[in-house]
């Protein structure tokens, strides 16, 4: 079952659809990406810890860290990425950084 998110919103400012399951949201994946042409994949909110949907090309996985409490990017390419679409869509300017206290990668201001 899928809901229009109380707390999540997209780059549009529009309220995300939101899925118990990663299974539902598989589910609302398959259905757009057949019908619609789409290209979607789930993935787990950290903001809400409900599922959303994502196009593929803009999805750079990542988790909290759970020492410094910011998101941690596996490798520094997905970081990278992050940054190249925030500075897309925000004119955000961000440098990728080594995290101190894990393995992975953070992103901060120039």
Partial sequence: MSFKSATCSGR???PLTE????YEA??????AN??????FIPYRCHTCGLWH???KNRQTPSIICGICGK???KTKKDAEKRAAILKKEQGARLRVYRCPCNDGWHLTKK
């Fill in 12 to 14: 549009t400012g529009e």
């Fill in 19 to 22: 899925y118990n399951s990663e």
């Fill in 26 to 31: 598989q589910q609302g994946a398959d259905y």
């Fill in 34 to 39: 057949i019908d619609y042409g789409a290209n």
């Fill in 53 to 55: 949907l994502s196009p």
């Fill in 71 to 73: 998101n941690l990017y």
